[in-house]
């Protein structure tokens, strides 16, 4: 069964840095994109940052330039490094993995999420 288990959550004063980690285990054949979805109290969720198999990277208008996503494709971790954070950018935190499953006999791209992490920037 495969699973994603977030970490890295918590409370950060505006302008401090938190680094979100995103660790996918279980009996995975491939795993192609993955990315970083947050949602705040009463709002939808949102793409922050999605990076491909390749390390092609794409991000949320707002969070360009403060935000970095990363992968380490040899343990099936993502990382979100958040600095300069605002107020705005408190939510949970979603990791999501676009990926294959081992099954014999099988190749089947499937969309797996995390349970979230929050993230609070308040003074």
């Known amino acids: 069964q495969v699973q994603l288990v977030e970490s890295g959550g918590g409370l950060v004063q505006p302008g401090g840095s938190l680094r979100l980690s995103c660790a996918a285990s279980?009996?995975?054949?491939?795993?192609?994109?993955m990315g970083w979805y947050r949602q705040a109290p009463g709002k939808e969720r949102e793409l922050v940052a999605v990076i491909t198999s390749g390390g092609s990277t794409n991000y949320l208008d707002s969070v360009k330039g403060r935000f970095t996503i990363s992968r380490d494709n040899a343990k099936n971790t993502v990382y979100l490094q958040m600095n300069s954070l605002k107020p705005e950018d408190t939510a949970v935190y979603y990791c999501n993995a676009n990926l294959a499953p081992r099954v014999v006999g099988t190749y089947r791209l499937m969309d797996y999420w995390g349970k979230g992490t929050l993230v609070t920037v308040s003074a």
């Open positions: 279980g009996s995975i054949f491939s795993i192609n994109h």
